[in-house]
Structure formats: structure tokens, C-alpha cells
């Protein structure tokens, strides 16, 4: 079942005085199924940024169409789209975004707050997420106290907490040594196997590998896919390494 359409995204930017255009996006069209794992690769520039943001419903199209299970994200007014985000979207950001000043489980109770839940349903929904995640010896302490990683990981927390129908990461490995990478991987893995929808924008070929399908973004357009099928980890990092090289020297779009 589709879960997310987009369909025939335009997105044009105009420079502040008015006298150039830019095109970030040019005709991107593609779908992702529900309890699909989907990453997104491009150059810096490609305009995978802005489609994320676009799909996270902080920034507009010029022309086209977002769909989350047939419901037209782009017909929200500015109220509703806050609780479309809080109510099916759950992001995790490169720099962890957690508040300093809120120990971890405030940070992770932060969207429900918003979404005005008793404190008895946040600390109910949150005990099996921390368990999970194996942060629940940490939730007292504040984001300055812990490492990366387990940044990460009550990040995710935040994320799951507000049961979203899809998962929207932005190079949530980015900030991560080998070892958190590796560990925030098996994370997304399992959660996936669980039946959670994820897509997730990276620079890193060891994070898309993990993914059941890469996108690759080009010029403003989906220039290519590939699946991962039955393929080991190895062999997809291969081939994304592949289609990366592809596409730097001017490969030809895939039909």
C-alpha cells in the first residue's frame, strides 16, 4: 500500500531582489510503500534538502502534489499542518536538536506536551521506546551529560513517541562516530523490521546500504533507484558506490 505520493514536484526559488531563479527541484515523482526503508542520495546542491523539507511540510512546491495515505498535505492551512506534523511525522535531525536546558525524557515527552497528553499516557508510551532504544538509565540526565550516540538515540525516542506513520531523518548519522553509526543502523533496521516507514536523506553510502531502496537525486530530478533485494550489505555498498560514480561522470538517467 502507498503510504507517500509525490507527484510532478516543482520548486523554484527566487533571490531576494527578485533578479534570478533558482530551480532546487524540476519533476521529482516517486512513492513509498507502507513499512518501506528508503534513502536519499545526491550532491550537496541536488536538491534532496529541499524535498525533505517539503515532504516535512516546512516549505511549499512551486507546483505539484505530496500525498500521505491519499490525504493531500498541501491543502493544510498553517494550523492544521502543525498538527499534521506533531499527529504522522517523526523527525531526526543531524545535530540531535534537543534542548539543553530539558533533561532527555522532557525532550522526548516535548511533542506530546505540544499535543497536550497526560503526563500518565507520555510515561506509558515512553517506558517500552526507552527499553528498546536502552536508554532508560539515562532519561534523568540532561543532553550535555551524554555522548552522541545516545543523543541520537532520544532522538529517535522523540520521534517514535508520537506513534508517526513515517520517520523523516536528515543525516542522522552525520554527527555520529564509526561505532554509534553502526549502532543507530541496527536501530533503524530493527525498527523497520517492526514496520516502521523511514526515509532518510545522507551523504553516507554505509547508511543507505542499509536501506531496502536508494534514490538518487540529480539536477532536481530522481535520476536513479536501486534495491537492495537479496543483496548482503557489502554488495549494495558496492553498488551504491557504483551508481555515485554513475552519476559524477555524467551517467545517463535511468529509463
Do not use: W
Not at 512546491?61 to 494550523?79: A, H
Not at 525516542?157 to 543502523?185: H, M, N, V, W, Y
Amino acid at each position: 500500500m502507498k503510504l507517500l505520493e509525490v507527484n510532478n514536484l516543482k520548486k523554484i526559488y527566487t533571490t531576494r531582489f527578485g533578479g534570478t531563479q533558482i530551480q532546487a527541484l524540476s519533476n521529482v515523482t516517486f512513492s513509498v510503500e507502507q513499512g518501506e526503508y528508503v534513502a536519499i542520495m545526491g550532491e550537496s546542491g541536488s536538491g534532496k534538502t529541499t524535498l525533505l523539507n517539503i515532504l516535512a511540510s516546512l516549505d511549499k512546491p512551486t507546483s505539484g502534489d505530496v500525498l500521505l495515505n491519499g490525504n493531500r498535505i498541501l491543502d493544510l492551512s498553517e494550523r492544521e499542518l502543525s498538527a499534521f506534523r506533531r499527529n504522522n511525522l517523526g523527525f531526526v535531525f543531524q545535530d540531535f536538536n534537543l534542548l539543553d536546558t530539558f533533561n532527555l525524557q522532557d525532550n522526548i515527552f516535548l511533542p506530546l506536551v505540544l499535543a497536550k497528553k497526560s503526563y500518565s499516557e507520555m510515561n506509558q508510551r515512553l517506558q517500552p521506546i526507552a527499553e528498546k532504544l536502552g536508554i532508560s538509565d539515562i532519561l534523568k540526565k540532561f543532553p550535555y551529560e551524554v555522548s552522541g550516540g545516545q543523543k541520537q538515540r532520544c532522538a529517535v525516542a522523540r520521534a517514535l513517541i508520537t506513534k508517526p506513520q513515517i520517520i523523516l531523518a536528515d543525516e542522522p548519522t552525520g554527527a555520529l562516530d564509526s561505532r554509534a553509526t553502526d549502532s543507530l543502523l541496527k536501530l533503524f533496521g530493527k525498527l523497520n523490521h517492526e514496520g516502521q516507514t523511514i526515509l532518510m536523506v545522507t551523504h553516507s553510502v554505509t547508511a543507505a546500504c542499509h536501506a531496502g531502496r536508494v534514490l538518487f537525486i540529480k539536477d532536481g530530478e530522481v535520476f536513479h533507484q536501486l534495491y537492495r533485494g537479496e543483496s548482503s550489505v557489502e554488495e549494495q555498498y558496492q553498488k551504491i558506490s557504483d551508481t555515485l560514480t554513475m552519476i559524477a561522470i555524467g551517467g545517463e538517467r535511468y529509463a
